[in-house]
């Protein structure tokens, strides 16, 4: 019954567009609504435009997990579309299914478009590319967890905003300052597991899962209940219970707090930049992760979240070279910087970076640079490449419980913690199983 | 006492009931088979390959406390939503029963919540009891409360089942209704000129007249906690805090549609089915037997 489903929506996004001449088609379905949207709309209108031979006909499928689920579920019914837009959860998912997927690098190679996958940042590259160094899938957007501090909070507490708030260490103390001068949220956070597990350990250069964070191979094991980690969570909990953290929800509720001004302090994606810049009718500034000085004498690099493009199987041969072309065009500097000045997702390629620099952007969009500067700081290391994890949608959500019960003080931050390795270690045993 | 229709032949019948097996073979067995195959693998995401497991799947789950957990808060949910939605429907009913002008236009009001898709009206709950603009929210801190289901158990789950129960109370009153309708009132009467009052008449006479209804909507409302609240607790809470409102159901959705496990989601489906299944026959063997028709 899947199946039938899956091929009845497969075909009516199908048998929309119906093409008179002679182009090939290229289907690409991405996870973009509203403004996102419309800028995917344009880059795809921009390269049709550009040449005759190939039509890339783009359509949304939902959010993040919903659109991996129909490319899934199209693939199933053999309706799969060339290009399907993934968020780096579902890279591992991705990655194991050899046969569903054509690695980026091949079909760049077979296509003869321009394409150097040595012009995206480390961070970025490492993050989709196998052990071999091949470039598996195109990063498309991607962002970075940053501090943003609502300015005005801090003088209505008494709180100097120009402090110090590189390390945890400093916020602790602006916290109980903001408390103290009668801020009913000092701080508040979007995407938990994301920023305050996975970003933190990459950040304090700790491991979060065994086998270079899932990288060299399936058999891989979290990690996430090390002593960094705990400290972490204690303090937080510590926060929590005395009305300095706020708890909002697991995914990035605590945004409408923090554009509201309600907040003080809000870890989240750089990519809240667009957002935050349009709502808030304060005093804002973005500043760099906080790390804990006790933890590491400096920080490592931050590790990215976003999506990239994956080439699926079971396609003409004409039509990949259709898909070579296309790739090429988004990787090329100019879209991937006027990408990154109209979404605050950060520049992908080194080039794009430098054209948007040299064109004043960051200039004129003070903070908008904190993000790349955090991420491209250091060379990443084996914890500070990414996390390639199976089932980790999954496995974040059992995080997501885990936290909660540490904000709601049901369980000290080390069970909590020893029982989302236990329960996520059954998930990823069972993914080698299917993958294996 | 039983009504039986006997037929002489045997095509007749066989001719008469073949639609329903029909439907029953496409729409229920060959998907129920389905899901009971799967469940005896593992497979990829992708339909590439599957690993024959036996009951591994089953091992797996039923070894899982969180699952085994799971249950339990399914029991409470279901209870809940069956008793907040069949309660107030009964009292609304004789409410409206009683009315003399007017019970068109409270019929057709109190219709009105049946016609609000699941979703929908888990939005519409979340959106009243929005931790930050929520309205509800807003005047419990008024007087005190510090509402937040996002970290309470509790208040989580009495969110869930009442958004759940709410458009349910509709659909259970039209029950109801027609049933109070169908009382005959000489008996209604009899007793009154007996000197019964209205409450003694309602808990004598009526309430074990309309028991056949009771019952038909006991079983249907169980059935539609189990597998049809999906859609509220997905807007509201999404199985959160913790696992405080992570039904079955919810999470047949989340391991196969959200964690692509589908073996895990199939066993999951399977055992659903068994436990549903089973709470019907315990209904049927036990509970209708105080049902008069």
């Given at each position: ?10 075909a ?14 290229v289907?690409f ?10 800028l ?8 049709n ?5 190939y ?20 693939f ?13 959860v579902?890279?591992?998912?991705m ?14 190679a ?37 501090l943003w ?6 003088k ?26 009668g ?10 597991s ?7 350990s ?11 964070n899932?990288?060299a ?22 926060w ?10 697991r995914r ?25 810049k ?5 005093d ?6 906080p790390?804990?000085?006790a ?11 976003g999506?990239?493009?994956w ?23 100019d879209?991937?910087?006027?990408w990154?000045?109209?979404t ?26 904190v ?7 250091k ?11 199976g ?27 020893d ?9 990823l ?6 993958n294996? | ?15 008469l009931?073949?639609?329903?097996v ?5 729409f ?7 899901a ?12 590439l ?6 009951l591994?799947?089953?091992?797996f ?21 069956t008793?907040c ?8 009913a ?25 979703a ?9 009891f929005?931790?930050?603009?929520g ?5 419990l801190?008024q007087?005190?409360y510090?509402w ?22 509709s ?17 209604i ?7 019964a ?8 006479i009526?309430?074990?007249?309309i028991t ?9 409302n169980?059935v539609?906690?189990?597998?049809e ?6 807007t ?25 496990d ?10 659903l ?9 315990i ?11």
């Amino acid at each position: 019954m899947k199946k039938y489903l899956a091929s009845v929506l497969a075909a009516s996004t199908l048998a929309s567009p119906v093409v008179a001449n002679a182009q090939t088609e290229v289907n690409f379905w991405h996870a973009f609504t509203g403004r996102l949207g419309e800028l995917v709309a344009e880059q795809v209108d921009q390269f049709n435009a550009s040449q005759s031979d190939y039509k890339v006909v783009q359509s949304h499928k939902g959010n993040y997990s919903e659109t991996l689920n129909a490319g899934i579920a199209a693939f199933r019914a053999k309706e799969q579309p060339h290009i399907l837009m993934v968020f780096e959860v579902g890279t591992a998912t991705m990655m194991a299914a050899k046969g569903a997927v054509r690695p980026v690098y091949e079909v760049m190679a077979e296509s003869g478009a321009s394409f150097d996958p040595n012009a995206y940042i480390g961070a970025v590259k490492g993050y989709y590319t196998s052990t071999d160094g091949d470039m598996l899938s195109l990063p498309f957007n991607s962002s970075t967890p940053v501090l943003w501090v609502n300015r005005d909070a801090f003088k209505a507490a008494g709180v100097d905003p120009d402090m110090d708030l590189s390390t945890w260490e400093n916020v602790g103390a602006a916290l109980d300052a903001l408390k103290a001068g009668g801020e009913d949220c000092p701080l508040v956070t979007a995407w938990q597991s994301w920023i305050h597990l996975e970003n933190f350990s990459a950040y304090h250069n700790v491991p979060f899962a065994s086998k270079d964070n899932g990288f060299a191979g399936l058999d891989t094991e979290l990690m996430l209940n090390g002593p960094a980690q705990i400290a972490h969570l204690t303090a937080m909990q510590d926060w929590a219970k005395e009305g300095k953290f706020i708890y909002t929800g697991r995914r990035n509720e605590g945004g409408a707090n923090f554009r509201s001004g309600e907040c003080a302090l809000f870890t989240e994606s750089s990519a809240g930049y667009a957002g935050i810049k349009a709502e808030a009718k304060f005093d804002f500034e973005v500043r760099p992760l906080p790390y804990w000085k006790a933890v590491a004498s400096e920080p490592q690099n931050t590790i990215i979240g976003g999506a990239s493009l994956w080439v699926m199987s079971g396609h003409e041969a004409d039509e990949y070279k259709g898909v070579g072309e296309f790739l090429s065009f988004l990787s090329s500097s100019d879209v991937q910087a006027a990408w990154h000045q109209n979404t605050g997702y950060l520049p992908i390629t080194v080039e794009a970076g430098e054209a948007t620099r040299a064109a004043g952007f960051y200039d004129q969009n003070p903070g908008t640079d904190v993000a790349v500067k955090q991420m491209t700081a250091k060379q990443p290391t084996a914890n500070s490449k990414g996390l390639r994890l199976g089932s980790f949608d999954q496995i974040r959500g059992i995080i997501d419980e885990e936290l909660e019960a540490i904000w709601a003080g049901d369980k000290s931050p080390q069970e909590a913690m020893d029982s989302a390795k236990s329960r996520g270690d059954a998930l990823l045993r069972r993914f080698e199983q299917a993958n294996g | 006492m039983e009504k039986r229709v006997t037929f002489k032949g045997w095509l007749l019948p066989l001719f008469l009931i073949a639609p329903q097996v029909l439907i029953s073979a496409v729409f229920f067995f060959y998907p129920a088979g389905q899901a009971v195959w799967q469940s005896l693998f593992i497979p990829d995401p992708f339909g590439l390959s599957a690993q024959f497991v036996g009951l591994g799947n089953f091992e797996f789950l039923l070894g899982d406390p969180y699952y085994r957990a799971s249950f339990a808060t399914t029991a409470v949910f279901s209870l809940l939503v069956t008793l907040c939605s069949m309660v107030p429907a009964l009292f609304l009913a004789v409410i409206a029963d009683r009315l003399i002008k007017g019970s068109g236009v409270y019929r057709t009001l109190l219709i009105w919540p049946y016609a609000v898709a699941p979703a929908v009206a888990g939005v519409l709950w979340m959106f009243m009891f929005n931790t930050r603009v929520g309205v509800v929210s807003w005047y419990l801190g008024q007087l005190g409360y510090d509402w937040n289901h996002v970290l309470n158990d509790n208040e989580a789950m009495g969110l869930v089942v009442v958004a759940s129960a709410w458009g349910r109370v509709s659909y259970n009153f039209l029950f109801f209704f027609a049933a109070l309708q169908s009382v005959p009132r000489s008996v209604i009467e009899a007793a009154a000129i007996d000197g019964a009052h209205f409450w003694r008449r309602f808990f004598g006479i009526v309430l074990p007249l309309i028991t056949p209804t009771a019952f038909f909507l006991l079983v249907v409302n169980v059935v539609y906690a189990f597998f049809e609240t999906f859609g509220v607790i997905h807007t509201i809470t999404a199985g959160g805090p913790q696992q405080a409102t992570t039904i079955l159901v919810y999470k047949v959705f989340a391991d196969g549609f959200v964690g692509q496990d589908l073996g895990s989601s199939a066993a999951q489906s399977v055992i659903l089915l068994l436990v549903v299944g089973l709470l019907t026959v315990i209904q049927f063997k036990y509970v209708e037997k105080r049902v008069h028709y």
